[in-house]
């Protein structure tokens, strides 16, 4: 499993890094996560806001810092 956290890195994005990391944690799984803070890497993905998850390819939030129980959501 690949899971990005767009941003530049504010509070926000960090608090949803650590919120993924709990969210793998609490279902048991692992991930590789990829924190993308180049502006011209996110305009890709085509959100018009961060902090952005993208789960496998998939943009999965934009906008909000998702709770670890919603994540999990996302991963199972």
């Known amino acids: 499993m690949e899971i990005k956290i767009l941003g530049s890195g504010c509070a926000k994005c960090k608090k949803l890094e650590a919120n ?7 279902v048991g799984k692992t991930a590789v996560i990829d924190h993308e803070k180049d502006i011209n890497e996110i305009i890709k993905y085509n959100i018009m806001a961060t902090p952005g998850l993208v ?15 919603a994540i999990e959501a996302f991963l199972n």
């Open 20 to 26: 993924v990391m709990k969210a793998l944690k609490s």
């Open 55 to 69: 789960i496998d390819g998939k943009v999965v939030s934009t906008g909000q810092v998702l709770s670890p129980k």
